[in-house]
């Protein structure tokens, strides 16, 4: 058996990081490997290998380095390395982003999008976590002696036990300027120019028609973003409000489910995942176009119609950030009430 001396000298001196070399840019783990996100903002997603020998990050084969994942209860893993793992890109419901597929029949896996910062054992400042192999704790901390003492100098894995929670300071606007809620959990208020907080309201001259031959067509704001993709393998139309700040943005969108197609669900499973996924609540089940639909809602977050057809179903959603959710809620209305399909007209 190898000495696992080399892994603990590559931990204490802080071996050179995954991206630190030439990588292979890859969206999908190759085979006996899986994705796992990692503490390090420079490489936040590996690909851990799936032989039991290597679970514990410890005499890693050739072909592949030890790494710490974000799991504190199991963080060292053996992952592939000479590849960067990234994200796919991918159609999601609002509020959630496309990750590395856990599974390799599907190109990609949804998460949503959660305030917080990466976890990970969590040692003090100047100290570094070790692997434990068969003991009950997964790692012990140790110090390190590469590191400088000052606080600014040490790597941290995460929030201290000890670390009280930062409390926001009253804000109080100028005149002009209006309060509003950020996503950013440490600045939670942030005063804006009112001619700025948020573009108007479109009235019925603001309104277009959108027609795809055919397929269907709908009314949309004539100054929001369109973008067609329903010639890809799956057909989507994704609308945006430019809203000239950060955070999440006012969006619509039209998806096609097709059997067959990758990643494919039937419209059962769907509705499923809406609910136990992102905790939606069925709202009522009223046509569409004429046609039986599903209408789900997550509160102040996210609306979703589910329309059945025959051989797929489509899914038309509205997503907000919370404080202007019930502003641009008449734009979906506008959406559902106008909204024909069209097949097998040209």
């Known amino acids: 058996m190898r000495s696992g001396f080399p892994i603990i000298a590559c931990l204490l001196l802080s071996c050179l990081p995954l991206d630190a070399r030439a990588l292979r840019a890859i969206t999908r783990c190759p085979q006996g490997s899986r994705p796992a996100r990692t503490p390090d903002p420079r490489s936040p997603w590996v690909c851990i290998l799936l032989d039991e020998r290597y679970r514990k990050g410890i005499d890693c084969p050739a072909g592949s380095q030890p790494v710490t994942t974000s799991d504190a209860y199991d963080p060292f893993k053996c992952a592939v390395s000479d590849v960067r793992l990234s994200a796919p890109r991918g159609a999601c419901p609002p509020g959630h982003r496309p990750i590395p597929a856990s599974e390799a029949s599907r190109e990609y896996d949804c998460e949503k999008i959660e305030p917080g910062f990466a976890a990970?054992?969590?040692c003090p400042r100047g100290y570094r976590p070790l692997p434990t192999p068969n003991q009950m704790r997964a790692f012990r901390c140790?110090?390190?002696?590469?590191?400088?003492?000052?606080?600014?100098?040490?790597?941290?894995?995460?929030?201290?036990?000890?670390?009280?929670?930062?409390?926001?300071k009253p804000v109080r606007c100028p005149p002009g300027a209006e309060r509003r809620?950020?996503?950013?959990?440490?600045?939670?208020?942030?005063?804006?120019?009112?001619?700025?907080?948020?573009?108007?309201?479109?009235?019925?001259?603001?309104?277009r028609r959108y027609r795809l031959p055919g397929e269907l067509s709908f009314d949309y704001p004539k100054d929001w973003h369109l973008s067609d993709a329903w010639r890809d393998e799956t057909p989507s139309i994704y609308l945006q409000l430019d809203l000239l700040r950060d955070g999440r943005p006012v969006t619509l969108s039209i998806t096609r489910q097709r059997q067959g197609a990758s990643g494919y669900v039937d419209m059962k499973t769907a509705i499923w995942r809406e609910?136990?996924?992102?905790?939606?609540m069925e709202e009522a089940r009223t046509d569409v176009d004429g046609?039986?639909?599903?209408?789900?809602g997550v509160q102040k977050e996210s609306k979703t119609v589910f329309i059945r057809l025959s051989d797929s179903y489509l899914a038309l959603s509205y997503g907000a950030p919370s404080d202007l959710f019930d502003r641009y809620l008449p734009v979906y209305d506008r959406l559902l009430k106008t909204f024909k399909i069209e097949t097998g007209k040209k």
């Open 120 to 122: 990970g054992p969590q």
């Open 142 to 168: 140790e110090r390190d002696l590469s590191q400088s003492e000052e606080p600014a100098a040490a790597l941290d894995f995460g929030a201290s036990a000890s670390t009280q929670p930062r409390i926001p």
């Open 181 to 207: 809620a950020t996503e950013n959990p440490f600045e939670p208020v942030e005063c804006v120019d009112k001619a700025k907080a948020a573009p108007k309201v479109p009235g019925n001259a603001d309104y």
């Open 275 to 280: 609910k136990d996924w992102h905790g939606a």
């Open 291 to 296: 046609r039986p639909s599903a209408h789900l």
